[in-house]
């Protein structure tokens, strides 16, 4: 039985469920992050690497957020402070409570200005703004378009207002409702673009890069990063699987929807990859452009080829679906945290949420413009700006540090009763492996890269 249930809802049903987790673990980073880090990495070695990471140690942990959420019945501070009390737990796990509070406010405020870019850009493509592109032209108009403060303030609040109104409807009018609209198209956009590429772009050196191994390539660095993308892509630690978790009904099989998230968000990538690598191979371009990937080497592509102006829209259009279905998992904790505190005021506490997400979001989106010369921690020698300084907070330490701390507390800390009771699983194969994952598996191997990246921070911090 869940501990304190205080949430009302529930999912309509299991596809809706389902729909909406994987539309909101699906985002940028699988549609913008992964091919260039893949790209960057030398391709097939480093995407072999990355599928067992997602299925080896990804799972057991998306598995254990969702055990903690469904038994918890509330917000996601709310879900692991019941469960301190009812696994007689330290009061220090309730960290991971606040920390899936603090994370997806704090990326949805810069995951919006990447969001931002793509609305413009896609408005771009829709004027055939990309005909003719060469590098030095396209580098012009990436700094250009961010540089313009007034459009990209007001962007970051479309696409944050756009956010607030689907939460605001609630779970089955806005969440389920959008997902149901939005994860099909998403699919739907991102097969008609590799079917393109099979068909008018040079798919075999795509398939080759993404899945012909070339472990010479590989490096240790490499095998780290592969490791952060797969618990960044996964949406691990952010709250979201916690929070949808939550309004899931005790019939529905933890581990059956868990493997059907990492199936369905690893497909995505790779279907990212096989969708952006055949124009990026047909036009001679550079696989390991990195960050710029997306948005200075593509429009290259979308400018100088058949058919670019078509596929240049559809593009940024499934960018702009993943950021999206993202976006609302990531608003979705807060949301669900101030409901709590204020029953019955869905609509007022999305609306502050939302404006709150948008002023800390204007310090990234002036780290491209008014601000792009400040570093906020140059004082400490830290550089880089508001922007940088955030994402790195999120995805390479707040992110990691939660993951660790979700590990450890599902494998140590839970009961064995609350484990059989909420994964009902025919055969204790299931439940023991789940265990050996999260109490070894996944606390060594998140601590590894914490430990490199924390090496690395201090060999370039001043004594």
Not at 169 to 186: D, V
Not at 216 to 226: D, H, I, K, N, P
Not at 255 to 267: E, L, N
Request: aromatic share 14%; proline share 4%; charged share 10%.
């Amino acid at each position: 039985m869940a501990v304190n249930s205080i949430s009302p809802a529930t999912w309509s049903s299991r596809p809706a469920f389902l729909l909406a987790t994987v539309g909101g673990a699906i985002g940028l980073g699988n549609l913008w992050r992964f091919p260039y880090i893949a790209g960057e990495n030398g391709g097939g070695g480093f995407v072999l690497v990355y599928l067992a990471f997602v299925f080896l140690l990804g799972l057991p942990v998306i598995a254990g957020e969702m055990l903690l959420g469904r038994h918890g019945r509330g917000s996601a501070v709310h879900s692991i402070a019941s469960l301190v009390r009812s696994e007689n737990a330290s009061s220090f796990w309730r960290v991971i409570g606040w920390l899936s509070l603090l994370i997806p406010f704090l990326a949805l405020s810069y995951y919006g200005v990447i969001a931002a870019w793509a609305l413009d850009y896609l408005g771009l493509a829709v004027i055939n703004g990309f005909d003719g592109f060469d590098a030095t032209r396209s580098e012009a108009v990436y700094g250009q378009r961010t540089g313009r403060v007034v459009t990209q303030v007001v962007l970051h609040g479309i696409f944050v207002a756009m956010t607030v109104w689907v939460i605001a409807k609630g779970l089955h009018n806005g969440i389920e409702r959008m997902s149901k609209i939005m994860l099909p198209a998403l699919f739907g956009v991102i097969l008609i673009l590799v079917i393109y590429g099979m068909i008018s772009a040079d798919f075999s050196s795509a398939v080759e890069f993404l899945f012909r191994p070339d472990f010479s390539e590989l490096t240790g660095a490499s095998v780290l990063m592969a490791l952060g993308q797969a618990l960044f892509s996964l949406g691990i630690g952010v709250g979201l699987l916690i929070t949808y978790a939550a309004y899931m009904p005790s019939e529905y099989s933890i581990q059956k929807s868990a493997t059907i998230v990492c199936v369905f968000d690893t497909s995505a990538a790779l279907l990212a990859g096989l969708a952006i690598f055949p124009l990026v191979f047909a036009n001679n371009l550079n696989p390991a452009e990195g960050p710029g990937l997306v948005f200075q080497t593509l429009p290259i592509a979308f400018g100088n080829m058949p058919g670019g102006h078509g596929i240049g829209v559809l593009f940024f259009l499934l960018l702009f679906f993943a950021a999206y279905t993202t976006a609302i998992g990531m608003l979705e904790p807060v949301v669900a945290w101030l409901e709590e505190k204020w029953p019955g005021r869905r609509r007022i506490v999305a609306r502050w949420a939302g404006i709150s997400v948008w002023l800390l979001g204007l310090g990234s989106v002036f780290s491209f413009n008014i601000f792009a010369e400040v570093s906020p921690l140059g004082f400490l020698g830290i550089e880089g700006t508001f922007f940088f300084l955030l994402d790195f907070a999120v995805a390479n330490l707040l992110l990691p540090i939660n993951a660790l701390l979700i590990a450890v507390f599902a494998g140590w800390a839970l009961n064995r009763s609350t484990i059989i009771q909420e994964f009902s699983s025919r055969t204790e194969l299931w439940p023991q492996l789940w265990r050996f994952a999260n109490r070894y598996v996944a606390p060594i191997a998140i601590s590894i890269v914490l430990l490199d990246l924390l090496t690395g921070i201090s060999a370039n911090f001043p004594v």
